[in-house]
């Protein structure tokens, strides 16, 4: 599916929502899940992207370098800027790898 249908089958689903949100259920919830969907399908659409990048024409990332630390990141990662480049740019980890604490 193109991104024009994805768009108009978006503003259609919309505007259904408001139309039977009206008189079956709380709208907000509904809303509410349907924003957290359509923002992990964003992330989905990117990952993607990036992992066939030689269909896509994304930067993606193709190489590392240095010490890896405790979970297994690399000091520096190579970025390159399209499919089919001859060069890349190298990115260095300025801080070290934090998780929320549960």
């Known amino acids: 599916m ?8 978006a503003v259609e689903a919309h ?6 949100c009206q008189t079956l259920c709380h709208k907000a ?3 509410e899940h349907i924003k957290k969907l359509e923002e992990e399908n964003l992330k989905l659409k990117t ?3 990036h992992a066939i990048a030689d ?5 993606f990332i193709c190489g590392d370098a240095g010490p ?5 990141l690399p000091n520096k990662v190579l970025i390159c800027p399209a499919y ?7 990115y260095t980890k300025t801080s070290e790898y934090s998780a ?3």
């Open 2 to 9: 193109n991104t024009d249908a994805e768009n108009s089958l």
């Open 15 to 20: 505007k259904e929502l408001d139309q039977c």
């Open 29 to 31: 919830p509904v809303e």
């Open 47 to 49: 990952m993607i992207r």
């Open 55 to 59: 269909r896509t024409g994304v930067y």
């Open 68 to 72: 890896k630390d405790d979970v297994g």
């Open 84 to 90: 089919g480049s001859d060069g890349f740019a190298i």
């Open 100 to 102: 929320p604490g549960y």
